[in-house]
C-alpha cells in the first residue's frame, strides 16, 4: 500500500460513516442586494464610507474645475516627478476648465502609457477614471482598454480616479446590469477597492504590497450634497 492509500484510508476511517455536511450556497440576490436608500446622496455617501474603511481617500468636487484644483493639491504632496494620465473625455474637460492643470499636464504629464513596466514604474502618480464606481463595496470597475493596460492601475505608487456622479451605482449588480460592450470595444475589467494592501505577515496591515499605496477617488458634479468626502475637500483647499 502506497503511502497515498495510506493517508487516504486513515482519513476515512477517521470520519467513520458521518457523510460531509454542506452548506447551501446564498442566492446572488442576497450577495448583490442594494442598499435600501439609492438617491444620490446616499450613493456617494455609502461609496465614501466603504472607500475610506478600505484606507482609500474619497472626495467631492461640484465642478470640473473644482475637480482641477483638487487634483494639483493632491498631487503637489508628492514628490516632484512626472505623471502618467489617461485619455478620456472627463480629463480634457478638467483641463478645458483649469489652466493651471491644463499647464501641468502639457509640462509634467504623458498621456500615452509605456510598453515596458520598467518605464511605467518610474512616474510617481497616475491619473485615470473609472467604468463604474460601486457604492455597497466602494469599488471601481476598471477597463484596461481605457488605460493602455492592467499594469497602469498596478504600477504607480499614487493613482487618482477622477468619475462623474451619475457613474456610481449601489451595487455590483447594477454594474452587471449597466456594463456592456460591443466585441470590438470589450477588455480586461477589474474591481478595485482601495489601495493595495496585505497583512500576510502577522496580521499587520501594509499597504501598497502589489499596487497603488495610495488610491483617492474624486466625484465630480456632487453639488450640494453634503457627506464626509466634501468636508475633507473643503479643508483640503484651506490649507
Same mark, same amino acid.
Given at each position: ?20 455536511q ?29 472607500? *475610506?474603511?478600505?484606507? #482609500?481617500?474619497?472626495?467631492c468636487?461640484?465642478? @470640473?474645475?473644482?475637480? !482641477?484644483?483638487? /487634483?494639483? %493639491? ?16 472627463i ?30 514604474? *518610474?512616474?510617481?502618480? #497616475?491619473?485615470?477614471t473609472?467604468?463604474l464606481? @460601486?457604492a455597497r463595496? !466602494?469599488?471601481? /470597475?476598471? %477597463? ?6 492592467r ?22 449588480d ?33 499597504? !501598497?504590497?502589489h ?14 450634497i ?9 479643508d483640503?483647499?484651506?490649507?
Open positions: 500500500m502506497s503511502s497515498r492509500e495510506t493517508i487516504i484510508n486513515s482519513l476515512r476511517q477517521a470520519a467513520g460513516s458521518k457523510e460531509a454542506y452548506v447551501a450556497a446564498p442566492a446572488d440576490a442576497a450577495i448583490y442586494s442594494d442598499y435600501p436608500k439609492t438617491g444620490d446622496a446616499d450613493l456617494i455617501d455609502n461609496f465614501s464610507t466603504r472607500l *475610506t474603511e478600505l484606507k #482609500g481617500e474619497c472626495f468636487a461640484d465642478s @470640473v474645475s473644482a475637480a !482641477g484644483e483638487l /487634483i494639483l %493639491r493632491l498631487i503637489n504632496n508628492e514628490d516632484t516627478g512626472r505623471y502618467i494620465v489617461q485619455q478620456a473625455s480629463i480634457d474637460d478638467i483641463a478645458t476648465s483649469h489652466r493651471a492643470f491644463a499647464d501641468c499636464l502639457s509640462t509634467r504629464a504623458d498621456r500615452t502609457t509605456p510598453s515596458d513596466s520598467k518605464s511605467l514604474a *518610474t512616474y510617481t502618480v #497616475g491619473i485615470s473609472a467604468e464606481l @460601486v463595496t !466602494g469599488s471601481i /470597475i476598471s %477597463r484596461s482598454l481605457y488605460n493602455g493596460g499594469r497602469f492601475f498596478a504600477i504607480v505608487p499614487f493613482h487618482i480616479v477622477v468619475a462623474y456622479r451619475s457613474q456610481i451605482v449601489p451595487s455590483l447594477d454594474v452587471f446590469v449597466r456594463f456592456s460592450a460591443t466585441e470590438e470595444a470589450w477588455s480586461h475589467a477589474t474591481i478595485i477597492s482601495g489601495p493595495s494592501r496585505t497583512s500576510d505577515i502577522e496580521k499587520n496591515l501594509v499597504l !501598497g504590497a499596487g497603488p499605496k495610495r488610491l483617492a477617488v474624486i466625484i465630480v458634479d456632487a453639488k450640494g453634503e457627506t464626509a468626502s466634501s468636508r475633507i475637500f473643503d483640503l483647499l484651506s490649507r
